[in-house]
C-alpha cells in the first residue's frame, strides 16, 4: 500500500538557518504530493502542493520540487524564522484509489529558536 | 464566513458511552472526511464519503460510524467499541478531485474518563 516516510523531530533550528525536511513516498500509482502545516491545537493547513513530476510547489518561502526518479518531496526554506515553529505533514493522494483520503507521513515537529 | 465548522473543541465522556462529533461546512464539496490524529502518530483515514448518502470505510473505521444525509454534514460516532477513543479528531473536505486539496477543520479533541 502507499506510504510517506518523513524525518522525525524534534528539529531544532536558530532563526534564519535553512531549513529540510526529507519526505519520501511509496505509491502504486501517480500521486500529488503535498506539505501541511499544523500549529498547537489547531487543525491542518495546506503549505505548498505539487500534481506532477518536476512540479515545484512554493509558498511562504518553502518550497518542495516533486521528485519521481527518487520519490521524494522534501520540503527546504532558506531562512526560517520563529513563526515557522509548528509540526509539519507531508502525505500524498494516489491516483488509483479514488479520492479516498490522504495518506500522511507522521509528521516533524519544527522549533524555531531566536 | 465560509469554511469548515466542528464542534465542541474539546468534548469529555464516560467509557461505554457513544459520543457524536460534528462536522458542518459550507465549501459547496462534495467529498468529506474523517481523520484521526495520535502523537506522533500522524493522521489515519476513519472514515469518506465522496457523494451524499454514501461512505466508504477507511484504514481504521472499527468501532465508528458516520452518515450523510446532506452535503453540508458529516457527522461521525464514537462507539463504545472503539478500544482507545482518546484522541484528536479532523474532518477535512475536498472537490472530490485527485489532485485537489483537502481543507481541514479546527479539530475535536475527544477524552475519554
Known amino acids: 500500500g502507499d506510504s510517506v516516510t518523513q524525518m522525525e523531530g524534534p528539529v531544532t533550528l536558530s532563526e534564519e538557518a535553512f531549513l529540510t525536511i526529507n519526505c519520501t513516498y511509496t505509491?502504486?500509482?501517480?500521486?500529488?504530493l503535498f506539505w501541511y502545516v499544523q500549529y498547537p491545537g489547531e487543525g491542518l493547513q495546506l503549505l505548498l502542493k505539487?500534481?506532477?513530476?518536476?512540479d515545484k510547489g512554493s509558498n511562504k518561502g518553502f518550497e518542495a520540487t516533486y521528485r519521481k526518479e527518487t520519490t521524494s518531496f522534501h520540503l527546504e526554506k532558506g531562512s526560517v524564522q520563529v513563526s515557522d515553529s509548528a509540526v509539519y505533514f507531508c502525505?500524498?493522494?494516489?491516483?488509483?484509489?479514488?479520492?479516498?483520503?490522504?495518506?500522511f507521513g507522521k509528521g516533524t515537529h519544527l522549533i524555531i529558536q531566536p | 464566513d465560509g469554511g469548515i465548522t466542528q464542534s465542541p473543541k474539546y468534548l469529555f465522556r464516560k467509557e461505554g458511552q457513544n459520543v457524536t462529533l460534528s462536522c458542518e461546512q459550507n465549501?459547496?464539496?462534495?467529498?468529506m472526511y474523517w481523520y484521526r490524529q495520535d502523537p506522533g502518530q500522524g493522521l489515519r483515514l476513519i472514515y469518506y464519503?465522496?457523494?451524499?448518502?454514501?461512505?466508504q470505510k477507511g484504514d481504521i473505521a472499527e468501532g465508528y460510524s458516520v452518515s450523510r444525509e446532506k452535503k453540508e454534514s458529516f457527522p461521525l460516532t464514537v462507539t463504545s467499541a472503539q478500544k482507545n477513543p482518546t484522541a484528536f479528531y479532523l474532518c477535512?473536505?475536498?472537490?472530490?478531485?485527485?489532485?485537489?486539496?483537502?481543507?481541514f477543520g479546527p479539530g475535536t479533541r475527544l477524552t475519554v474518563l
Open positions: 477535512a473536505t475536498s472537490s472530490g478531485r485527485l489532485t485537489d486539496t483537502q481543507y
Open positions: 465549501l459547496n464539496h462534495d467529498a
Open positions: 505509491a502504486t500509482g501517480y500521486p500529488s
Open positions: 502525505a500524498l493522494s494516489d491516483t488509483r484509489g479514488g479520492a479516498d483520503g490522504l495518506t
Open positions: 464519503s465522496q457523494i451524499v448518502n454514501d461512505f
Open positions: 505539487a500534481t506532477k513530476a518536476d
